[in-house]
Structures are given as C-alpha cells and as structure tokens.
C-alpha cells in the first residue's frame, strides 16, 4: 500500500536518478509514474534481452511503410496500433482529398510531422504546418489539401481528448489553450459537383454519404467543440537541475485511457552526478509510443520518424551507450535538443500487420 515512508534495502544512492555508481536505475512503478514506485539498482542493463513471442517492443521507420494515401488520393491513413480505447495511424498524403473524411469513432488528434497545408474544416479553414497539432471533435467533416507531401500521426481516441486538469502550476501551464487557433466560419460554394462523397471512417467500415450540395457550408457557429491548430513551439517545457522528470510532467491532452505527451528541447539538468538520461522502466500499467520528430540527444542524431512502441511490463529505456555517453560528455552539453511525441496507453495496443512486417527486429537477434 501507499505509504509516506519510503524503504531502502541494500545498495542505493542518496539520491533518485542520481549517483549511480555503476548501477542500473530500473524503475517498477505503478500508475503510469504517478503511483506507487520502486526503484531497483541492478548490476546489468535490463533491456539486454532476446524475445520470443507477442509481447516484445517494436521499432519502425516511418519511411518505410506506405499508407494508401500515399499513392492514392482516393485511399485513407494506415493504421499502426489499435485497442478499445484508441487508434494510431501514420497517413502520408500529397494530393488535396477528392473526398470529405468524417471519424465517427472518436475525436481525432493529428501531429504535422512534415509538410504544411490547407484543412477545411465545416469550421472553417485552418492552416497547418511542420509541428502543428491539429484537435478535430468526433464526427466533423474536414478535407485536407496539402501544399506539398504530407506526414501525419494521427490519435484517435474512443472518448473525447480534453486538456489535463490543472495541477500546481495553474490552468496555462505546461499548455496554454488560449495559443490554440481556431478557424471562423467560411461556407464554400458549390464547384458544379454532381454530387459529394462524405467518408465515414468507423469501426466495420468504411461507409459513404452522398450530397448534392457543398457539406462545407456553414454560415455561422458557437459552442466549445470546435477544431483548432497548436504548435509545439508555444508549449512551455518544465524542468528541473537536479532530476530528468517522469514523462508525465509533459503531459499535452488525454482522453480515457490515452496520454499524449510532448518531449521537447530543453535546457539538461546540470547537478553533477544527475542522470541526465530517462531511467530504464517497465511502465506497468501503461503501453508507450514514441515518435521521434526531430532533433538528438547529446549528439546522438535520432532517426526522423522512427516509431517505438513499447508494451506495459516489458524494460524499455535509452540504450546503455547513450547513458554512458551522457556521463562522459556531461560538461559538454547544456540542452537536450529532442522533439518526441509520446502516447501512452492504459489498455494494451495491438501493433498492425505492416509494423511487425517493418519491425527493426532489435530484440529477435
């Protein structure tokens, strides 16, 4: 049970996630790194494994898998993992959608990994950019048109995707809502059309409506559900000199079951003895995506696109040489210079076909 006093058994240093002497920081934790916690100081790294069977993580290049709208403006996004609560897709598109999409399974949350472009929305349009994160309620009809090729990870979620309660640093940080962009009412005419085809995306489906009129033709709205645009360069970074703070301090938007987080440059903790580096962890209530967007780290450059998917109970980390170097380089560098989309979720995610198909394989040799 929870308690206000903490054990300590054996070896371990005076502080967390510092002064590790040549031990293994290996977090068992509970909660998503909120909940009850320990922490063990192993002799070897626990991600030196070998597995056989389903419950291994996988590491993909985005690159190398082919969405249907890559080639096709007529086909849709492809989908990477999925559980009851969620979905994540990675779509790639270059030409303008000769269709209308509408997810009726839940709201939508889209991150800009490449590209800029054009999202009319029945809200209005909306630009988009390199970084944008781009909200679109449950069952809004939009089109995309990019400018040019197109990278998008897209989360949909079962439930509604809302902003984190507000903790001890108040209702503007880490995310100000007030820096989002929301679009203003802009009908637009028919283009002499026969007809319209809405998509309807949905579990079993997809099914498509027909209209003989624009269906972006709204003169007028108000409420709160609405789409918006916010770019990862209006997101406050929290840190700290003396700890690398838990994954959760990061935290974007949730919806049931599903965490988004952003992992972005920041000034690196400069107490000597710090580990500078996340600490290796099971996650045990919690499977974890990474999408590694740009950036590296301590000079190690981090593969543009490259998606992580690690299951909840299964040792997951920065390598041990990326650990190694950090404390070698320590007075070398001042910033970790990383942007990572981080997805958490609570049930576990079942990778697709085409990411097994892709897969690194680094924990099959």
Known sequence: ???????????????????LDGLKDDELGRGGFVGRTANMYRRNDPTAYRTVGPLRPTDVLSSE????????????????????????LLSRRSEAMPFFARYVD?????????????????????????????????????????????????????????????????????????????????????DGRDEYEVRLYHEGGPTSLFYQHHPLDVEGWRGDNFPFTFNIEDYTVITSESVHLPPTVHLFMQATGVYVMNFLPKPAESVPGTERTPWYHRNVDYDEIAFFHAGSLYGI?????????????????????????????????????????AIDTRRRLTPSAEILANDLGQHQK
């Open 1 to 19: 049970m929870e308690s206000f006093v903490h054990l300590r058994k054996g070896k371990t240093p005076k502080r967390v996630h510092a002064d």
């Open 301 to 341: 450059p981090m593969p543009p696109g490259l998606i992580s998917h690690a299951p909840q109970g299964v040792h997951h980390g920065a390598p041990e040489k990326a650990r190694e170097r950090a404390r070698r380089k320590f007075d070398e560098y001042d910033r970790v210079d990383w942007s990572v989309i």
């Open 65 to 88: 898998l082919k969405p249907a709208d890559a080639s096709d403006a007529q086909g849709g996004p492809l989908l990477m993992f999925s559980n009851a609560d969620s979905q994540v």
């Open 106 to 190: 839940g709201d939508l949350l889209l991150f800009v990994h490449k590209g800029s472009g054009l999202l009319e929305t029945e809200f209005g349009p909306l630009r988009y950019r390199d970084g944008d994160w781009v909200y679109i309620p449950k069952a809004c009809t939009f089109r995309q048109v990019p400018d040019t090729e197109n990278t998008w990870l897209m989360i949909q979620a079962t439930d509604d995707f809302r902003v984190p309660p507000a903790g001890t640093l108040g209702r503007h940080f880490p995310f100000d809502p007030a820096q989002v962009t929301i679009p203003e009412p802009s009908p637009i005419d028919d």
